[in-house]
């Protein structure tokens, strides 16, 4: 997938592409690096092993106070801006604080409703305005594919700046992706890594972004099998099952959850996001028998995990959380440490880094 320059191609021809099709657009270092992280789709499994390992060198350099300061000085001479047009703590802090660990000054926009925007300005030339002040800027916008299109235009008639899209409408959220897997990987150290395991998406898979893009990157593992739970309404679409055919995963469309928890290595729950609901339609859905119970327990492997992209609500029984099992709370440090580790490497800081962990901390 060797990469391609984004101010060749006009928008009208990069929205006709599939994800794939646009992803040699996003990377760098002959199609080897991420220069934006937009899609789920521009991560090789190559990619992915190499972020995972960078994080857990970031994760050990970074508890002690020497370490700290070698990863502050990476990147004190850049700047990022934080634009959330939708709401978020969780993804806003993890990107704030993974900042922080590599000396990246921040600045945000939380509401743009305090922009020019109601002054009747497009977000477009908000955002173009923005990278005249940044070196990076990470985003979450409520429209699907507006991460894309910002990196098209800076390419193309702005400062181009490298884009992290940190969660785009129904569709995209690959940063969460990235540490679901590193949160996977770390679970399953001892015994053989995430290939050949069995993951079951739980909840609402129809809206849930994050879903979407962990299917992608779990398909990039041999051997595993993916479980789809949820009522007829709120399953996952047919593009992600597409997707899947092609790349040969196997997967099972279910609605027993009862009969799906012994048989798998890991159950990612999900809310359902009802703040797409058109007639409050989920209102109308039983999601009661999509919930975690902590009679489940009892039936879920010794050595499986129950993962959440956070927020909760009454999908997992809070009974749970006391149990080894929960990963939750883990996957939202481990978000800090990849994600930290996606900006070294997008600024090329990575070697150095490695570099650092082999002289000072193994
Ligand atoms: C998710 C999101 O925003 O898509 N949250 C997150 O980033 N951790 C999941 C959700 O909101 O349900």
Redesign the pocket.
């Known amino acids: 997938m060797k990469e391609k320059a984004l101010n060749q191609i006009s928008w009208d021809q990069f929205t006709k592409m599939s994800a794939e099709e646009k992803s040699p657009y996003f990377l760098t270092g002959n199609g080897t690096k991420s220069y934006h992280a937009l899609v789920a789709q521009q991560f090789s499994r190559p990619m992915l092993e190499e972020l995972c390992s960078l994080a857990t060198y970031v994760r050990r350099i970074a508890k002690t106070r020497e370490g700290c300061s070698f990863l502050q000085s990476r990147l004190f001479d850049k700047r990022a801006m934080l634009y959330f047009a939708?709401?978020?703590t969780?993804?806003y802090l993890?990107f704030d604080s993974a900042c922080q660990t590599v000396g990246l000054d921040c600045m945000n926009v939380r509401d743009s409703s305090t922009s020019s925007e109601v002054k009747g300005e497009s977000p477009e030339d908000t955002i173009r305005t923005f990278s005249s002040y940044t070196d990076l800027i990470i985003m979450?916008h409520p429209a699907g594919g507006f991460a894309e299109r910002i990196a098209w235009l800076l390419s193309n008639t702005g400062r181009p700046v490298p884009i992290i899209n940190?969660?785009s409408g129904k569709d995209q959220?690959p940063t969460?992706a990235l540490l679901d897997i590193y949160t996977l990987e770390r679970s399953f150290e001892n015994i053989g890594g995430i290939d050949g395991k069995k993951v079951a998406f739980v909840g609402?898979l129809k809206r849930?972004?994050?879903v979407r893009s962990l299917a992608w990157l779990l398909a990039q593992y041999s051997g595993v099998k993916l479980y789809f739970v949820a009522p007829p309404e709120l399953q996952i679409k047919k593009d992600i099952l597409a997707q899947l055919d092609e790349a040969g995963v196997s997967y099972e469309v279910s609605h027993d959850f009862e009969k799906v928890i012994p048989e798998v290595n890991a159950i990612y729950m999900?809310?359902i996001?009802d703040?797409w609901d058109i007639d409050n339609e989920s209102t109308r859905i039983d999601t009661t028998q999509f919930y975690f119970t902590k009679e489940y327990l009892n039936v879920l492997k010794k050595d499986a995990v129950i993962m959440h992209?956070?927020?909760r609500r009454k999908e997992i029984d809070v009974a749970v959380d006391c149990d080894p099992r929960a990963v939750y709370w883990r996957q939202?440090r481990n978000?800090m440490w990849i994600r930290s580790a996606l900006i070294l490497s997008i600024f090329g800081c990575d070697r150095r880094v490695r570099d650092y962990y082999e002289e000072h901390v193994q």
């Open positions: 939708q709401p978020s969780r993804t993890s979450r940190a969660g959220h969460q609402d849930g972004r994050t999900t809310r996001q703040e992209p956070l927020p939202v978000g």
